[in-house]
């Protein structure tokens, strides 16, 4: 992914370079220019997807910046780093485009977690889930005891998963990661997974501390992400196609960091087309699943 760093102050490109070069979740190929005017012909030649812009700058504002690019490509994002911090400006930096604004000084974890809706998690799980028409008529889901016998193997027979009642959406629900499983054959979704922060840990196996950081910080680090699509893409074998008795595999999984209306209508499903689990190891912390097939 394309991201382009636009600033007069050469020390405040290098402080958001860095920042960027420690985000995990996705390989960026950044640039950077101190010249508005420079970062316009960059966003026509170089074609960047996201922009980060600082909102004074000599020749023309980044509010300015903001409308510009946008004029040139409606799917452009922008987010405003600076020293602003007056909400009636920062209305007019949203109302403009900007799908955020972070004040100076900012800590890294600030702005990881601001782009990670824009770079992972809402804008690929949209996708996909918009590609789903219609429920199938045979789902795909796993029975509970089958999952639970080939994920002891993975993480241990203290292992414990034990149905609940259909979850509603609610705020705690996010963030999450979302899985999609798809048909082999057909490379049409037929399920996806939806875990909770404390499901994310006890999948990736990680440690109290971690556990603690992820909780509080309410962001999950690279290795954690790829810790936990490891055991889900080996879970996918008990998700059985009852015609095709083939299994189904994972397609991806997504960080989603903020909710979207194709996430929320997921847990309207009814209960013959979902599986509602909790998941426990031993005497840890618990956490919650909601399986929804198509």
Known sequence: ??????????????????????????????????????????????????????????????????????????????????????????????????????????????LHHLLLPLVQGAEESRKTLDSVNDVQKELALPKLSQLEK????????????????????????????????????????????????????LFAQVTSTEREQVITSKLVSKGILDACQTILDRSALAFLDSQTRKSLRLKNISFVAAEFDKLKTLYDKPADKRVDFSCQNGDEFVGKVTLVGF
Request: overall charge negative; charged content about 25%.
């Open 150 to 201: 080939l994920l002891k193997r993975e993480l241990g027979d203290a292992l414990s998963l034990t149905n609940l009642a259909a979850q509603s959406f609610d705020k705690n629900k996010i963030p999450c990661v979302l899985a999609v499983y798809e048909d082999s054959a057909s490379q049409k979704p037929r399920a996806v997974a939806m875990l909770d922060l404390q499901a994310i840990c």
């Open 1 to 110: 992914m394309k991201i382009l760093i636009v600033d007069d102050s050469k020390a405040t490109l290098e402080i958001v370079r860095r920042g960027l070069e420690s985000f995990g979740y996705c390989r960026l190929s950044i640039k950077k220019t101190c010249d508005a005017h420079e970062a316009i012909k960059l966003a026509k030649e170089w074609q960047p997807e996201i922009v980060l812009t600082d909102w004074y700058m000599p020749d023309m504002s980044g509010l300015t910046l903001t409308k510009e690019l946008i004029k040139l490509n409606p799917e452009i994002k922008i987010g405003m780093i600076t020293t602003v911090d007056d909400q009636q400006q920062i209305q007019q930096a949203t109302a403009a485009g900007a799908s955020f604004v972070l004040t100076k000084p900012f800590e890294d974890s600030q």
